[in-house]
C-alpha cells in the first residue's frame, strides 16, 4: 500500500515560482507523475517520472518550465513550478503507478494524493 501526500502548493503571482511536494509512504519505487485539475476541466497529465528518475516527460503546456524530480532516500517527488501562468490554476495531485514505462493516463496510476490547490493571479 502506498500512501502519497502533497504540500508546497499556494497563492503566486504571474510569473513566480512554487515547488511541490510529494511524500510517499509504504513501497516507494513506483513511477510518479503529477496531475492537475482546474476547475470546470478534466484532471490532465502534468509530469511524470520513473522510479530511478532516470526517465521524466512533460505535458506540452508545461515543458520548460516545470521539472519533475525524486529523491528516493527522502521517499519525496517534486515538481518545480517556474514562469506560472494564470492558466496553470488548478488541484495538483501526486500519483503513483505500477508500470515500468512512463504513462500519461489518470487509468494507469494506482494511487492517488489528495492534492493541493495552485492559484495564479495575474
Known amino acids: 500500500q502506498v500512501q502519497l501526500v502533497e504540500s508546497g502548493g499556494g497563492l503566486v503571482q504571474a510569473g513566480g515560482s512554487l515547488r511541490l511536494s510529494c511524500a510517499a509512504s509504504?513501497?516507494?519505487?513506483?513511477?510518479m507523475g503529477w496531475f492537475r485539475r482546474a476547475p470546470g476541466k478534466e484532471r490532465e497529465f502534468v509530469a511524470d517520472i520513473s522510479d530511478s528518475g532516470g526517465s521524466t516527460s512533460y505535458a506540452d503546456s508545461v515543458k520548460g518550465r516545470f521539472t519533475i524530480s525524486r529523491d528516493n532516500a527522502k521517499n519525496t517527488v517534486y515538481l518545480q513550478m517556474n514562469s506560472l501562468k494564470p492558466e496553470d490554476t488548478a488541484v495538483y495531485y501526486c500519483?503513483?503507478?505500477?508500470?515500468?514505462?512512463?504513462?500519461?493516463?489518470?487509468?494507469?496510476?494506482?494511487?492517488w494524493g489528495q492534492g493541493t490547490q495552485v492559484t495564479v493571479s495575474s
Open positions: 509504504g513501497r516507494t519505487f513506483y513511477g
Open positions: 500519483a503513483a503507478t505500477k508500470s515500468l514505462t512512463l504513462v500519461v493516463l489518470t487509468t494507469q496510476y494506482d494511487y
